[in-house]
């Protein structure tokens, strides 16, 4: 069975891309293999025309949707993992510690990672993933288990990223959040992409008023 079949895409640089399909449609697999867990069978991925191997982890950080963590280290320590692996100049505290502040879990940088919660290790993650500041962000239903404040502060935390350059792909299922966030869409159905614009393009093209309308009806 073919997960994802002859599927291209680009995206530039400040620029937020939505991923979207109904279940099954190889969005999550397109990340994996992006983010260099999956091979892919055929084709290649590059970044600034240099195709990427095994050292990508540098440039391209994946937040998948179940967020995993260290269980044995504090919330903080986590921050200073990412800081000392990614070899972070000497302001990195005082941007992790604004963004677990952002984030609502700035009272829990001591408590360790097995204590956590769903959503206190997704925030966790987050806080990490953007303090590593890869070039390039791919998240994977990154609202899932996220409070309204968090919600918030990481639609707030991409905008500003998109505004430093950074390029972000988001795959999520809530078509609302696309509307206000993202600037171009990539509908997946059955691993093949159906469309790939912006969503004005989209509404036009289909005379419809409504992503949610839209999305129901190509991918019946």
């Known amino acids: ?5 002859q599927l291209f895409f680009e995206v530039k640089p400040g620029e937020i891309l939505a991923l979207l ?3 099954g449609a190889g969005k999550t697999t397109s990340l994996l293999c992006l983010a ?3 091979r892919p069978d055929a084709g290649r991925i590059e970044l600034d025309g240099q195709i990427l191997g095994p050292q990508r982890g540098s440039s391209i950080a994946l937040i998948p ?3 995993e963590v260290y269980d044995m280290l504090t919330v903080w320590e986590h921050m200073v993992f990412v800081a ?3 070899r972070l100049d000497g302001g990195w505290p005082d941007q992790a510690a604004a963004l677990l502040e952002r984030l609502g879990i700035a009272d829990q940088r001591d408590t360790i990672g097995e204590a956590l919660s769903k959503g206190m290790r997704q925030k966790t993650l987050l806080a990490s993933t953007v303090l590593a500041g890869t070039p390039v962000l791919l998240l994977d239903e990154p ?3 996220l409070d309204p404040r968090g919600q918030r502060e990481l639609t707030e935390i991409l905008r500003e ?3 430093e350059g950074r390029t972000i792909v988001v795959s999520t299922h809530l078509l609302q959040y696309i509307e206000d966030l993202c600037d171009r869409l990539l509908i997946l159905k059955q691993g093949r992409s159906i469309f790939s614009g912006p969503l004005a393009e989209l509404l036009q093209e289909r005379e419809r008023g409504s992503l949610e309308d839209v999305f129901l009806e190509i991918t019946r």
């Open 65 to 67: 949707e179940t967020p």
């Open 143 to 145: 609202m899932i288990g």
């Open 36 to 38: 260099g867990l999956l």
């Open 161 to 163: 990223l998109r505004a």
């Open 21 to 23: 399909g109904p279940n």
């Open 1 to 5: 069975m073919v997960a994802v079949d």
């Open 84 to 86: 000392r692996s990614c």
